[in-house]
């Protein structure tokens, strides 16, 4: 049963508010849903690239690893903890403790490979534990990489 005002229905008028009402709400949710994605997707892009950028002949190829990686990874370690610790703000909730989890297995693996680098025990190493190291050193750089995929 609907109420007129002279030819307005009153369920009309307030069924066309509350209409106009949900669509404000849903538009205004959708833009901050849009602005999060794209904060994301900007900082995992940046992510991505400083890493990439820092890791230049060691990864995603190890065409360039020097003789004294330790120096080469003492070098880039700040760099990347600052990328690391910038992105860490925009890795989603659920997945903070298993990005913490690989930002520490990337620099404990790094810290070996340092710590190893001039060791005699490295030196007598033979070819295929320096080729393990270096798939391991690229597994560990995917696993971090993998939380900076773009929605």
């Not at 994301?40 to 190890?62: M, Q, V, W």
């Not at 600052?82 to 909730?93: D, G, K, L, S, Y």
């Not at 490295?122 to 393990?132: E, G, M, P, S, W």
Request: net charge positive; charged share 20%.
């Amino acid at each position: 049963m609907s109420i007129e005002v002279g030819s307005f229905s009153l369920g009309l008028v307030a069924g066309g508010i509350v209409v106009g009402i949900a669509n404000h709400y849903l538009a205004k949710s959708r833009t901050e849903e849009d602005r999060i994605i794209k904060g994301f997707n900007d900082a995992a892009t940046k992510f991505r690239s400083s890493i990439i950028n820092e890791l230049i002949g060691l990864y995603p190829l190890p065409i360039d690893w020097p003789q004294n990686i330790a120096a080469r990874l003492k070098e880039s370690s700040p760099k990347i903890q600052v990328a690391v610790e910038e992105f860490r703000h925009f890795v989603p909730p659920n997945k903070a403790k298993a990005f913490s989890m690989a930002w520490m297995q990337y620099f404990t693996s790094c810290k070996y490979l340092i710590s190893n680098n001039n060791s005699a025990r490295n030196i007598l190493r033979d070819v295929d534990n320096a080729k393990q190291s270096r798939q391991d050193f690229k597994r560990n750089v995917e696993v971090l990489l993998s939380f900076a995929q773009i929605i």
